[in-house]
């Protein structure tokens, strides 16, 4: 017997929940998620995975203990110093 869910592709997704305690948020996390992974990927854009994903154990919350990913040194660094530099800019515009 096949452990695939045939059944799956016809259901709709449920990552939000569903019914009366649909989450709540559901459209400003899927505006982050819009905003977020097209400027990480043009940020990164040799970012692969870098290991096994490992999922939770349980049901209820479902989701990644840990997803390692690399996204190049060099770049990475470079990230960081110009995160730092316009957080000290806001930083002084704010005295
Ligand atoms: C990727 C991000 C998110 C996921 C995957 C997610 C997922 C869920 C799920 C599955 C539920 C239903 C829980 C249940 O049935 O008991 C839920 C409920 C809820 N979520 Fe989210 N959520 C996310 C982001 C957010 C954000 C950003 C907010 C608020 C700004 C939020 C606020 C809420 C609230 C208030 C409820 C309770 C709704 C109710 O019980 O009537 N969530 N969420």
């Known amino acids: 017997m096949s452990s695939a869910r045939p059944a799956a592709q016809d259901s ?4 939000f929940g569903a019914g009366a305690h649909f989450c709540l948020g559901a459209a400003l996390a899927q505006l982050e998620g819009a905003v977020a ?3 990480l990927l043009a940020r990164f854009p040799r970012m692969a995975p870098a290991g096994d994903p490992v999922r939770r ?12 990913i690399r996204v190049g040194v060099a770049r ?13 800019r806001r930083e002084a515009s704010r005295r």
């Open 57 to 68: 154990p349980g049901l209820l919350l479902r989701g990644y203990e840990t997803l390692p």
């Open 37 to 39: 992974f097209p400027r």
């Open 12 to 15: 709709p997704p449920i990552s």
């Open 76 to 88: 990475l660094k470079s990230w960081l110093v110009s995160v730092r530099r316009r957080a000290r």
